[in-house]
C-alpha cells in the first residue's frame, strides 16, 4: 500500500504542475480580437498607400481571387480620391464560419465608421480569416 501511495503522489504533482504551466500559455484574445488586430495592422498599409505590401500581406484566398496589379488600380481608384485618413471606429465584429461566395473557415466581418480627408462619413468592411498558416489575414475590404 505504501508503494503504490508513492507513485500516485509524485504522479498528481506531475500533473498538476504540467496544469499549472500550461495555464499562462492560453491566450485569453478572443477570435474577434485576434481579427481586429490583423485587420487595423492591414489597413495601416493601404492607409499609407503601401498597396503592393496589402496584398502580398492578404490571405491567400484575397490573393488568388484579386491579381497585385488589379489590387493596385482598385485602391488607387478607390482610396486615393478619399484623402488621407483622419479617424476610423469600430462598429460591429461579428464571427462567422460561413460567408457567400468563399470557403468555410474562420471568418470576423468587421465594420469600421471611418472619416477621411475628403470623405466625412465612410463605411469600411474588412474581413480576416484564419489563413493556411494559422494567421488572421484580410480576405476582403470594401468601402461605401
Known sequence: MSLTHRYTIPGCAALLSLTLLAAPLRSA???EDA??????AWLELVDTG???TSWKEASAFFRGAVTREQWDQALGATRA???SLVSRKVQSRTYKEQLAGAPDGRYVV???MTVFE???SAMETVTPMVDEDG????S???IK
Open 35 to 40: 481579427a481586429q488586430a490583423a485587420a487595423e
Open 135 to 138: 494567421a488572421w489575414r484580410v
Open 50 to 52: 503601401q498597396y503592393d
Open 29 to 31: 484574445e478572443t477570435p
Open 140 to 142: 476582403g475590404y470594401f
Open 110 to 112: 468587421l465594420q469600421f
Open 118 to 120: 475628403n470623405k466625412a
Open 81 to 83: 480620391p478619399l484623402g
